[in-house]
């Protein structure tokens, strides 16, 4: 079967999936899960039906415990339920959870997975959430991609109807949930594929009814509690095997295939890095890069952390490996280490005890944190940790990413590594509101139509939203782009508002020889004397290639008043090549139509017009063959400004 290549972020992917294969489900919106529920919401406003040929129920509640409760009551009828959450809006359902689980109910809550508040609040992703349920009894799959968010969606969906284990399906808030990806696009024939009938009467026929009158839900004594709570021992025994059982029959169908493990890298490596998440594909990007120039590191990605197996786990652990750094996306404060870390510790031992690895002596096994609250994680630090854990005495308990100099965790690296190769990589400045992010998930989208690429787009917004800064950072390639990280050396650098030039040092994230392009009232003849020094330096001295447009200009000329993301987005595909003139021109036209044709004729006309004019106003700016100038820094804060400044 010939599937789709879509763009998708990873809300939208596991909101396609989520909203096909339920028929129940309960919702209330928390960043960065809520376009999941709002995705869901209008399939089934637009009374677009699931794979059964129904609308699923969407409910919007009153507080997450709201909507833990309605799953739970639905779960209990027998109907197929779902729900969406992140932070504190998943602890506030743990005492639900606790009941779904304990009653072998099967489900699958879809985790944005985001910081919880501890000395501020943070909207951004890590794991913080999804560890603080690890208790509850709920199965715990861990995707690293929008494609693992699409497939994992439908994996734990198949497999919690034969388990009956609830699962916890959880990917990183914002770097996936709203990380653009081109990716394969499941069918409903595909879910149908996976979803077996007989997994669905059978939860149908435990569905409570007056028509079968059972006991649930008592109160009961110590004579028999702890006899209950142990019985329930065989379906965990048995949900790791189920849950390979699900990927082995999956990659029948797509081609792709996972395991409760996945390692790559050397098959004799003896420095392993073990993780699980986003993070992952960074260092498998990492490994991949160093491994290529002669090196012999390993990755191991954990998809399954609950139920844990250590037999999968050590199946495919090298039995050369010497050394484990294992990394960990939460911190647990008063902890002899953070949960994947004490548990690999665990799971080596006891797999050593059992004969499992064949291994002379225990491995040293270190720990870290890394990447809390979406702080970045890049290949630069994944070397940063290789080189630690190759040291005679590496540090334990450390901390890759920031700066620790109270009590020293962090761990020294070199910024400027990078393992990104045969990948076009783009940045773009823009104003809050001013259409710039809406034209690069255009971009993207044309790319995605019109080439044979692979794309990436995420979006750095300020918190203060409209008219603060966005940064868009986009990537396209030929072969999948393993990069859950912002562009650092832009092939191409727009920069949307002349005001940025004194606010951000942009510049220094492009490469040399690369294209920038700038909104500016200035023409070619005049923009140069009016940059500030210190970018007509890094220009002369990078070498680029420099041009300008007035797009305000154009944009204020046919009405459309501050939005010269059309403009920009075409000035964008005229000079960057990526492809062929005509070709984009067209793509554009087509996507405009799509996206303004609901606002009439005149609005698409106006677009139009902006994208013939942007050819005409395009300047290519003559760039001194050196710097002659003198930069003169203005102070953060001036000599005379009050103590209290």
Known sequence: MVRKMVPYDGNSAVAHVAHATNEVIAIYPIT????????????????????????????????????????????????????????????????NMYKIAGELCP?????????????????????????????????????????EAMDFALISQAATLEARVPF?????????????????????????????????????????SPDRPELRGTSQNPDVFFQGRESVNKYYNDCAGIVQKTMDRFVQLTGRQYKLFDYIGAPDAE????????????????????????????????????????????????????????????KEPGSLGEPLYEDIRIAVGEAMEQGLIKLNRYPLIIGG??????????????????????????????????EDDVTHTSLKYDSSFSAE??????????????????????????IAEKTDNYAQGYFVYDSKKAGAVTVSHLRFGKKTIRSPY???????????????????????????????????????NTVWKNL??????????KKLKFYVIDAVKIASELGLGTRINTIMQTAFFLISDILPKETAVSAIKESIKKTYGKKGEKVVNMNTLAVDATADNIQKVEVPASFKGQIVEKPVVAANAPDFI
């Open 486 to 524: 912002l562009v650092s050396k832009a092939n191409f650098l727009a920069c949307h508002n002349f005001t940025f030039l004194e606010k951000y040092d942009m510049l220094k994230y492009i490469i040399d020889g690369g294209i920038f392009l700038l909104t500016s009232e200035h023409d070619k």
């Open 421 to 446: 190769k045969d990948v076009y990589r783009a940045m773009f400045y823009g104003l809050g509101s001013d259409g710039t992010v809406g034209a690069n998930k255009n971009s993207i989208k044309i």
């Open 369 to 402: 944190r890394y990447g809390l609250g979406s702080c970045e994680f890049t290949p630069a630090m994944t070397k940063g940790v290789l080189d630690n854990l190759a040291k005679d005495n590496p540090k334990n308990h450390f901390t890759i990413g920031i």
């Open 532 to 541: 500030p020094a210190k970018v007509q330096k890094q220009i002369t001295d």
């Open 107 to 147: 489900a699958v809550f879809h985790i944005a997975a985001r910081s919880i508040a501890c000395q501020a609040l943070s909207i951004f992703g890590d794991h913080s959430d999804v560890m603080t349920a690890r208790t509850t009894g709920w199965g715990m799959l861990a995707s690293g991609s929008v494609q």
């Open 271 to 330: 420095n392993v890095i073990v993780i699980m998440g986003s993070g992952g594909e960074t260092v498998h990007e990492t490994i991949e890069y160093l491994n290529a120039k002669g090196e012999k590191f390993g990755v191991m990605k954990v998809r399954l952390y609950r139920p844990f197996d250590v037999k999968a786990f050590a199946s495919v652990l090298p039995d050369t490996v010497k050394r484990i750094a294992v990394l960990d996306r939460t």
């Open 168 to 208: 916890l399906h959880f990917f990183e808030g914002f770097r996936v949930s709203h990380e653009i990806q081109k990716i394969e696009e499941l069918t409903f024939e595909d879910m149908r594929s996976m979803i077996d009938i007989k997994l669905i009467r059978a939860h149908r026929l435990r569905g409570l």
């Open 32 to 95: 960065p899960s809520s376009g999941m529920g709002e995705i869901a919401d209008a399939k089934s406003a637009n009374g677009e039906k699931n794979i059964w040929g129904t609308v699923p129920v969407v409910v919007e509640l009153q507080s997450e415990g709201g909507a833990s409760g309605t799953v739970h009551g639905a779960l209990t009828t027998g109907a197929l339920t779902t729900t969406f959450t992140a932070s504190q809006g998943l602890l506030l359902m743990i005492p």
